[in-house]
């Protein structure tokens, strides 16, 4: 699974309610109410197990999360590091 | 300092008129000042004006916190109208319930609350009027301030147990005499700096933002969408140097342990006001020690209905303790015990000046919450306390289904009706298993046993806020019931119970 399936595949199960993966990079997911508190905390566990990450709180923020390609582009330069 | 008003907007007119370079608002690394509020708010109150809002109109406010959103209510106010709060991350079909009950026929709103225009169109709202104000004339006419303290100023909405929010009417005086009381209890000064991190649409900020104006300080502001992230709530707390906090435990802890907040010194914090939950006592010693007494701290309660209305100054915890005193009234409020085994436990009722007017157009609800006794009127809680022989009170639960998740107040049977309304279910049960850092968690049963969980999810997700959601919707045939027939509800939280340790 390349990344960008791996992190939809985890966001998915994190979302508040089901959402297209077409109009995902377009939907502000924090601001539309599509991730909160909760999902924001178990979709970081998720890809760091999926991705075999070590993320600190400190290391994202609200522009991580913006949208799909937001936190794609946030995993893939983490995995690259 | 005459920190008496009559008018919640008061006190900003009366500070930009003082000090207009002083700092008002922090936001985003930047501030803005006394006098670039005001004319912000006289900007949009031009736009009300111009859309016809009358005294004692309903405006709806919608979008996430910015000043912009802090000066449209201030211009709502200055017109002597009535503002409702209305977070943008709802989803619309409730956005539109909640501005049609309320009447709603104007709404101001920000970027963020553009996606739900035409929910609103269709809700009858006939005016919509942007916070932004490049370009925009500010109003020619000066504010009358006509209304008074017992005078309408702004409902704020809850969860209802008959399946559907209840707006809390609250006046200009139930909010100022809370604001009042805390700014001499606590002995704010000007120089304060009140981090302001819950939504607009929650009661904590009516302090944050009130008293800051009231004292010509500063309020740091936390944007909705950073307020999810601990760390970056903490970095909002450093760099706005904030020195007093007003929020609920669930949060303090999660700065505690995933945002930093005790990797440094406490710096600029001089106090921690919070409220809406038990703080665990494990978790508040570690912040007591970690602040070494250098940190006024304080324990509020209190629902939406009667904003705080009794405090604890929480100075020390000796090793034995295992929870945390609710207090003593503030000035002005009385707390009576009643339907207990004596005059020392029962339901909280709650009579004084920070007590709202009912719930808006819900005459039945009101009458059945609000009672008139010895020539007072009383607001029944629902919450059971004990009270000691020093005349504290304590917590001791819930006489009905509402409970308190993240500090959001959740009646369960809100939840459950709006499970029922999905397509093909039949029943619905839901219980809060407790959590100690989010207060609880929810879980739902549903049947029949065919019904898809996915399918549930994304129907609420359409009528409910996110925190409103169960966690998990499992579906059965048939549910557990009692000897009585009763929906079992122990039977499903020693499932729920066992559903998280899977």
């Known amino acids: 699974m390349n990344v960008e399936d791996a992190v939809w595949s985890a966001l998915s199960r994190h979302l508040i309610a089901p959402l297209n993966r077409d109009h995902a990079s377009t939907t502000q997911l924090l601001q539309e109410g599509y991730l909160d508190s909760l999902g924001i905390v178990a979709l970081m566990f998720d890809l760091e197990k999926e991705f075999h990450l070590k993320l600190k709180p400190t290391d994202v923020g609200p522009a991580d999360f913006e949208n799909f390609s937001a936190l794609v582009r946030f995993v893939s330069t983490r995995v690259a590091v | 300092m005459n920190t008496q008003c009559e008018h919640l907007a008061e006190p900003l007119l009366r500070t930009a008129a003082r000090w207009p370079d002083r700092q008002a608002l922090w936001w985003n690394g930047r501030t803005i000042t006394y006098g670039e509020l005001d004319a912000s708010v006289e900007a949009i109150r031009g736009n009300l004006i111009r859309a016809g809002v009358s005294p004692g109109a309903p405006v709806g406010i919608l979008g996430l916190k910015s000043p912009g959103l802090v000066a449209a209510i201030q211009a709502v106010l200055r017109q002597d109208a009535v503002y409702v709060p209305l977070d943008a991350r709802l989803p619309s079909a409730r956005i539109a319930a909640m501005v049609a009950a ?82 001499e209890h606590f002995r704010f000064e000007r120089d304060d700096r009140l981090l302001c991190h819950a939504p607009l649409t929650f009661d904590l900020p009516v302090f944050d933002l009130y008293a800051t104006f009231l004292l ?3 309020a740091v502001l936390v944007a909705d969408t950073a307020a999810l992230f601990p760390s970056e709530a903490v970095r909002v707390l450093r760099e706005g140097s904030a020195t007093s906090l007003f929020m609920v435990p669930s949060a303090i802890m999660g700065m505690m342990s995933r945002g930093g907040l005790m990797s440094k010194p406490p710096g600029s914090l001089r106090r921690l006001m919070y409220s809406g939950e038990p703080f665990p006592v494990p978790r508040l010693r570690e912040f007591l020690e970690w602040c070494r007494g250098d940190i006024h701290v304080a324990n509020l309660y209190g629902p939406i209905e009667t904003n705080a209305c009794t405090y604890f100054d929480v100075k020390s915890l000796d090793s034995t303790a295992s929870a945390v005193p609710i207090g003593y009234p503030i000035a002005n409020t009385e707390i ?20 709202a007017m009912g719930y ?17 009127r009383w607001y029944r809680t629902g919450d059971l306390a004990r ?51 989010l207060g609880n968690v929810l879980y739902a049963w549903v049947t029949p046993g065919a019904v898809a969980e996915s399918d549930v999810k994304s129907a609420l997700k359409n009528v409910l806020p996110s925190y409103m959601v169960p966690q998990r919707v499992f579906s059965r045939q048939d549910l557990p019931r009692t000897q009585s027939g009763k929906l079992d509800r122990g039977a499903l939280m020693r499932a729920a119970g066992e559903a998280v340790l899977e």
């Open chain 2, 216 to 218: 010509g300080a500063c």
């Open chain 2, 360 to 376: 808006w157009r819900q005459p039945e609800l009101t009458a059945e919450r609000w009672v008139e006794r010895d020539g007072k």
């Open chain 2, 102 to 183: 309320c009447g709603i026929q104007t709404v101001v709103m920000e970027e963020s609350g553009r996606r739900h225009e035409s929910a609103l169109r269709d809700a009858a709202v006939k005016s919509l009027v942007s916070t932004e104000t490049a370009g925009v004339s500010p109003s020619r006419s000066a504010s009358a301030l006509n209304a008074r303290r017992d005078d309408l100023a702004y409902v704020l909405h809850t969860s209802g147990s008959t399946g559907a929010p209840k707006g809390v009417m609250i006046t200009h005086g139930n909010a100022l005499a809370f604001v009042e009381w805390a700014v």
């Open chain 2, 336 to 355: 009576r015990l009643i339907g207990g085994e004596t005059e020392l436990d029962g339901e909280v009722v709650v009579a004084g000046p920070t007590v």
């Open chain 2, 387 to 437: 009270r000691d022989q020093g005349g504290r009170l304590w917590y001791a639960g819930r006489r009905d289904f509402m409970v308190k998740s993240r500090g959001f107040r959740i009646e369960l049977e809100e939840v459950e009706a709006a499970i029922g309304r999905c397509p093909g279910v039949s029943e619905a049960i839901v219980v809060a298993l407790p959590h100690e850092e």
